[in-house]
Nanobody, 116 residues
Framework: QVQLVESGGGLVQAGGSLRLSCAASLSIFSFNAMGWYRQAPGKQRELVARIFSGGSTNYADSVKGRFTISRDNATNTVYLQMNSLKPEDTAVYYC??????????WGQGTQVTVSS
């Protein structure tokens, strides 16, 4: 049973920073990619950032230049550093691990609230 445990969410003022963590229960190299998604009230879940097993990354246009995804192979942890946060970044953030075309895992989600 794969587990993804997120932490680091919270309340922050606009312009502030937060770092989210996602600890996986097995080696992150077991996955083709790991990423962060978010879902705001009344909206669809959207990809925020993703890091592939080879190290390449991609980001949603709305967060480019502000968010950075990284990983610590030794601790099987993926991070999302979020800077210059905006109220529109408010959402529940979910860690995702992609194990194949049809197999993926999700964390329980962590709330990020950015006040104006």
């Amino acid at each position: 049973q794969v587990q993804l445990v997120e932490s680091g969410g919270g309340l922050v003022q606009a312009g502030g920073s937060l770092r989210l963590s996602c600890a996986a229960s097995l080696s992150i190299f077991s996955f083709n990619a790991m990423g962060w998604y978010r879902q705001a009230p009344g909206k669809q879940r959207e990809l925020v950032a993703r890091i592939f097993s080879g190290g390449s990354t991609n980001y949603a246009d709305s967060v480019k230049g502000r968010f950075t995804i990284s990983r610590d192979n030794a601790t099987n942890t993926v991070y999302l550093q979020m800077n210059s946060l905006k109220p529109e970044d408010t959402a529940v953030y979910y860690c995702n691990a992609l194990a194949g075309l049809l197999l993926q895992y999700w964390g329980q989600g962590t709330q990020v609230t950015v006040s104006s």
